[in-house]
């Protein structure tokens, strides 16, 4: 499919305007922690200015496609590769040269989007400059948005490189929406499917799915897709689109970027008003209480009531803030209406108290962990709610950091604790501005009524980790745990007759259980380069696999987070990255991990679309 296709009556493509600027770049000694769009853009060296380190441009190259020398480097700044070769094709058959001309060559390809990711997916760290391997970059013209042809499922069509945010104004453009998604608008669509990116939603109680809405993953929604695969018939690698009614199509979903997914249609539902209410009152021996012990408002309360719920919750700290998304067709009195998405400024643009203590963690001050979690809370608090009293009852240091001019910014924009407005508006609230910080992440499949025993068990197990550390003088985490709650992938959500749920999708039902309905997901923050936090890392992942082994609940990692640690690094640990998580897809007898892995290796049986990490997982 060319761009034209995708192209309105007036001209347009759907893409956004753009927003005016970043409030904030800064580097925080020498790391990635805050954000700013330079950061994709830095060490382009283009093929007729040789670079000092004699690297030879890639061989042959297909004429008409620009290609340059660029540093890659993920979002919290792991994973970094100096000046890789890049390309930016211009149309799909352009992605079908470069697999011609990559298989001819001896060459690899791996799709580049936002790099909005944690996982070695695209490369490795350190990958050298002289490695063949060329980055695609989808972002510069395989954006293109449209409505899906007459006759297919209400959605949206749209190529790889558009992003979440384009998609979504589209969608709402012409009333529509998701139930559910990721929170940042800048990743891209291949992106979001080949990790099953999602949400967090589970229907309330009395809450049925309106046509074209799922609780799942958004690769769930997909109704077709293109692909660059190759063809035995041909020899040569070629576009083929496949239906999801087609077995193949549901090893393609979710890819880990062992396939080149170029286009895919979504379906979509006619657009629902939310209303999201911020708490921070409820402490959190209570809203993660264990099963039976709770007066009325722990997560599980909140699930059954509103059934999209998230639990952020700082280091260190005793009161998470929660959010509750629920339908709401009119604006309720209490609420504030907003038109537009990203509406926590005091979260997406940092602070100065907090730039400056996050550089003093950084600097080699760690033992400040405690002081920087309480700090986040009270941010938060105060530009949630305007609450002063925490403030002046705090400590002496953290009065000083929150001057008279923070606090007054902070209360500016008005407050934030109930808002209302199209789902697009309340779904999307974290800009490239937000503080990086590395991520673990990990879905666990159980029943919905247990939801809250999964929830007290995490925090229970992280909680006596942490204190434990803490008696050490050990401070690996200084960021926040996350929580959310979605449904397992029901392919019949999608629309199409024959569908299958996504083979590698975390969120793919078990068959051995069917009683497990939704997952809960769990990550923990902190900033790069944290002392023992590998170390944490591995402690905090075999206690979950310990909790959740299969027999009351199960384990899964989320794709895009980090995973298989070893005292000393992420995606490391020979037993999860062999045993642990082929395990997760196999158990009774499932096929599905191994129908994945051989499905991709025979559309692309000369590994173009993989590198050596995946290669390693996927056998």
């Known amino acids: 499919m060319t761009r034209e296709d995708f192209t309105g009556s007036d001209g347009s493509t759907d893409r956004p305007s753009q927003p005016t600027g970043l409030t904030r770049r800064r580097l925080l000694a020498g790391s990635a922690a805050l954000g700013g769009v330079s950061w994709l853009l830095r060490g382009?060296?283009?093929?007729?200015?040789?670079?000092?380190?004699?690297?030879?441009?890639?061989?042959?190259?297909?004429?008409?496609?620009?290609?340059?020398?660029?540093e890659f480097e993920n979002w919290a700044g792991e994973i970094r590769a100096d000046q890789l070769w890049t390309c930016t094709p211009a149309t799909a058959d352009d992605v079908v040269t470069l697999a011609n001309w990559a298989h001819a060559q001896g060459w690899r390809l791996r799709p580049q989007g936002h790099r909005h990711t944690w996982a070695p997916l695209t490369v490795a760290d350190g990958t050298p400059a002289g490695t063949a391997v060329l980055l695609v970059d989808t972002t510069r013209h395989l954006t293109a948005v449209g409505?899906?042809?007459?006759?297919?499922?209400?959605?949206?069509?749209?190529?790889?490189?558009?992003d979440l945010e384009q998609l979504l104004?589209?969608?709402?453009?012409r009333g529509l929406?998701?139930?559910?998604?990721p929170a940042p608008g800048d990743v891209t669509l291949g992106g979001v499917l080949a990790i099953g990116g999602h949400g967090t939603a589970v229907p309330a109680a009395g809450e049925g799915a309106p046509a074209g809405h799922g609780f799942g993953s958004v690769s769930n929604l997909v109704t077709r897709l293109t692909a660059v695969v190759w063809d035995e018939g041909a020899g040569r690698y070629a576009l083929r689109t496949f239906d999801r009614s087609e077995p193949d199509c549901a090893a393609l979903l979710v890819n880990l970027g062992r396939a080149f997914v170029v286009e895919a249609e979504l379906r979509a539902g006619v657009d629902q008003n939310l209303r999201c209410v911020s708490r921070l009152d409820i402490p959190a021996t209570e809203l993660f209480a264990a099963p039976g012990t709770g007066n009325g408002d722990t997560f599980a309360d909140f699930l059954e009531r509103d059934g999209r719920v998230e639990a952020i919750w700082f280091a260190y700290t005793d009161r998470p803030w929660l959010k509750s998304w629920s339908v709401t067709p009119r604006r309720p009195f209490a609420s504030r209406a907003v038109e537009v998405p990203y509406n926590y400024p005091f979260s997406d643009n940092i602070p100065t108290p907090v730039a400056d203590l996050a550089g003093q963690l950084i600097s080699g001050s760690w033992a400040l962990a405690p002081v920087f979690g309480q700090l986040q809370f009270l941010i938060a608090e105060l530009g949630l709610t305007g609450d002063l009293t925490d403030v002046l009852l705090s400590?002496?240091?953290?009065?000083?950091?929150l001057s008279l001019d923070v606090v007054t910014h902070l209360l500016a924009g008005g407050l934030r604790s109930d808002l209302w407005g199209p789902s697009r508006t309340l779904l999307q609230y974290v800009r490239p501005t937000t503080l990086r910080m590395t991520a673990n992440g990990y879905a666990v499949l159980a029943r919905r009524a247990d939801v809250q025993w999964v929830v007290h068990r995490m925090t229970d197990g992280y909680q006596r980790l942490l204190t434990q550390y803490q008696g050490q003088g050990r401070y690996p985490v200084n960021g926040a745990v996350e929580i959310r709650v979605t449904a397992l992938d029901d392919p019949a959500v999608c629309g199409v007759p024959g569908a299958r749920p996504p083979l590698l999708s975390a969120?793919?039902?078990?068959?051995?259980?069917?009683?497990?309905?939704?997952?809960?997901?769990?990550?923990?923050?902190?900033?790069?380069?944290?002392?023992?936090?590998?170390?944490?890392?591995?402690?905090?992942e075999q206690d979950l696999l310990t909790a959740f082994d299969g027999t009351r609940a199960a384990l899964r990692v989320e794709w895009s987070k980090g995973w298989a640690y070893t005292a000393d690094a992420a995606w490391a640990d020979p037993d999860v990255l062999g045993r642990v998580i082929p395990a997760s897809y196999r158990a009774s007898g499932d096929p599905g991990w191994d129908e994945a892995v051989a499905t991709l290796d025979r559309h692309d049986?000369?590994?173009?679309?993989?590198?050596?990490?995946?290669?390693s997982l996927l056998r």
């Open 507 to 540: 969120l793919r039902p078990r068959a051995d259980h069917p009683e497990w309905d939704v997952a809960v997901w769990f990550d923990v923050l902190t900033l790069p380069g944290t002392p023992d936090l590998h170390a944490f890392g591995r402690d905090l």
């Open 44 to 70: 382009a060296i283009g093929p007729d200015r040789p670079p000092a380190d004699g690297v030879p441009a890639p061989p042959a190259f297909p004429p008409g496609i620009e290609v340059h020398r660029q």
């Open 177 to 181: 929406g998701l139930t559910a998604c």
């Open 605 to 615: 049986p000369h590994r173009v679309f993989g590198n050596p990490f995946l290669d």
């Open 169 to 173: 104004v589209h969608l709402a453009g």
């Open 147 to 162: 409505p899906t042809d007459p006759g297919r499922p209400v959605g949206v069509r749209a190529q790889a490189g558009a």
């Open 395 to 401: 400590g002496s240091l953290l009065r000083d950091l």
